[in-house]
């Protein structure tokens, strides 16, 4: 009998290796299409990041390569002390707009600051659950609306307002430029303080509350205070919009190569003065490399705004 079953056997034992072997290369078959799409997805993300990563060097270096051969035609000084911009005469100093630029950011600054920090309390601390369901989308919705919608309503609603109430014959100018940005930035800097409000831990309230404070000492001494970094994340982020944002401000601000002694005057930014001159400017030309420059400032100033939000980011995650 033990030698008619070892046909038998051997057949088991041949199947049975068979089975093993098989199951080995499916294992290992698993392992090895595991492997290669991981590191396959882990080079596309590294493709794609160094790909944004390049497009970013590539727009500075064009930027600044064609922007610094205005200094081959006038000085550093011209440039940037230099009030008289004409490039019909060969004078291009960019003083005007540059004073224009942080002129205009400073007073939207002003003005959209407090009333959106006003805002972010109120969802965040006065208004009921059913009313804060129903402002926040419409803050979210208010975000979306471009830019030239804003600048043709502050063309044919606010700065006739202006000339109605001010008395004034004109009514561009800063002021205008400043209200509309004020109402543009609104919705993003009072949505992300209200967040950062929001997100203050409720001990601390309670625990203010417990001590006799008020409603308003709280917000003021406890809420505020801690979403801090949240608030100041919100500010630079708004204002790095109304920095950049050129159609609503071209249509309101008046552009005239002039500096702003009252609101009411006509005035132009660096996003301005771009728009308006850039059709008509010969590219090889002294005029053309000014406006490049322009344009490399603006990028740096956008730059400088995005590493004080990810430092201001850095030390809230710490806190």
């Not at 080995?24 to 799409?37: E, I, N, V, Y």
């Not at 004020?182 to 203010?208: E, Q």
């Amino acid at each position: 009998m033990s030698e008619s079953s070892r046909p038998g056997q051997s057949a088991l034992a041949s199947g049975l290796g068979q089975s093993i072997v098989m199951r080995g290369r499916k294992r290992f078959d698993r392992r090895s299409r595991l492997f290669f799409t991981n590191r396959l997805f882990r080079y596309l993300c590294i493709a794609a990041a160094g790909f944004v990563c390049l497009i970013l060097f590539a727009i500075l270096f064009l930027m600044f390569r064609t922007g610094i051969l205005t200094f081959n035609y006038i000085s550093f000084a011209d440039f940037f002390l230099s009030a008289e911009w004409s490039p019909e005469n060969d004078q291009y100093g960019a003083l005007i707009f540059i004073f224009g630029t942080f002129a205009l950011t400073a007073l939207t600054l002003l003005i959209s600051v407090p009333i959106s920090l006003l805002i972010a309390v109120f969802l965040s601390v006065f208004v009921p659950p059913w009313l804060k369901n129903m402002l926040r989308p419409v803050m979210d919705l208010l975000v979306g609306i471009p830019s030239v919608v804003y600048g043709y309503l502050g063309l044919t609603v606010l700065i006739p307002l202006i000339r109605q109430v001010t008395g004034s014959g004109m009514g561009d100018g800063l002021l205008a430029a400043a209200l509309v940005l004020t109402i543009m930035v609104l919705p993003t800097i009072s949505r992300i303080s209200d967040d950062a409000i929001s997100s203050v831990p409720a001990r601390f309230r309670d625990a203010s509350y417990a001590l006799g404070a008020t409603r308003f000492q709280t917000v003021w001494r406890v809420l505020i205070p801690s979403a801090r970094s949240g608030i100041m994340y919100a500010v630079i982020l708004g204002m790095a919009r109304a920095v950049g944002e050129t159609m609503a401000v071209v249509m309101v601000i008046g552009n005239t190569a002039q500096f702003a002694d009252s609101l009411l005057k006509p005035t132009s930014v660096l996003t301005s003065n771009i728009v308006m001159q850039i059709s008509n400017v010969p590219f090889d030309s002294t005029w053309n490399y000014a406006l490049y420059l322009m344009g490399f400032l603006l990028l740096i100033i956008s730059i400088i705004m995005i590493i004080a939000i990810r430092l201001l980011q850095r030390k809230g995650s710490r806190v």
